[in-house]
Structure formats: structure tokens, C-alpha cells
């Protein structure tokens, strides 16, 4: 049973988009393998399937945050608020978003997250690593 803000989908892919209430997501990954570092990944989207019920209608406000291992931050934090009214005649309400970034600038190898809060608490955790391709010797 859907008893609070429920996170359907929380995902790093190639691409994503919001089609009339679907949410379209394309190749989903958690490693990039980069030749050399710092590397910059050219492309990819953060896509997010959110289910609201009665009693979580009003103001949300959202941030999105791309960290390292150390907390600290590869691009600004995404702040957004979204308003949310459930008709009367629905159990629950989805919400997609999709976020779109280029040229994402990883500086070592390492573990990276991509962090969602809502209201000021932390709801979701994107795990992405990124290691460097080791040429064989020879």
C-alpha cells in the first residue's frame, strides 16, 4: 500500500523524457569507464517517477545534487518546487522530472552519487561509479 511520497523511479541514464504522464527512459547505467581523467561524460539525464497521495498535496521543494565521495558537489545543486493537487477522484497522483546534463566533469575515479531531497530530507541515492580503463601492457 502507497502510504507516503513514493519514489517509483530514481535512475542515471542516457536519456529520458516526460511523454504525456509516461516516463521514457532510455539505457540506464551506474559506471562510466573513461581512457583518461578528468573525464567529461557527454550526455545523460536523471529521470524521476514520483507517486503523491492525499495528504501530501501543497509546496514540495526539491533539490538535486551530483556529489563525490567526499560530499562535495561536481555541479551546482538543482533546486525546483513543484505543486502538487490530487483530484478527487484518483488515489494517488505520479509527477515525472527529468533533468538533462552535458559534459558532466569527473575529475578521479571513484564513487559519485546523484542525491534527491525533498523537504529537506534526503529521499532517494543514484550510486555511480567511475573507473578508468586500464590499457593492457603490450
Known amino acids: ?11 542515471l541514464c542516457d536519456s529520458a523524457a516526460d511523454y504525456q504522464g509516461k516516463l521514457c527512459v532510455l539505457g540506464t547505467f551506474d559506471t562510466i569507464m573513461a581512457p583518461n581523467l578528468p573525464a567529461a561524460h557527454p550526455q545523460c539525464s536523471v529521470a524521476l517517477r514520483i507517486a503523491f497521495r492525499k495528504g501530501e498535496e501543497g509546496e514540495h521543494v526539491f533539490q538535486v545534487r551530483i556529489i563525490d565521495e567526499d560530499g ?37 575515479e571513484g ?15 543514484i550510486p555511480l561509479q567511475v573507473r578508468r580503463i586500464r590499457q593492457a601492457a603490450g
Open 72 to 108: 562535495g558537489s561536481i555541479v551546482p545543486p538543482i533546486d525546483a518546487k513543484i505543486m502538487v493537487q490530487i483530484p478527487e477522484n484518483v488515489f494517488f497522483f505520479c509527477r515525472n522530472a527529468v533533468l538533462n546534463f552535458q559534459q558532466l566533469k569527473f575529475e578521479q
Open 111 to 125: 564513487l559519485y552519487s546523484v542525491d534527491v531531497d525533498v523537504n529537506g530530507q534526503q529521499r532517494a541515492s
Open 1 to 11: 500500500m502507497l502510504r507516503d511520497m513514493d519514489f517509483q523511479v530514481a535512475t
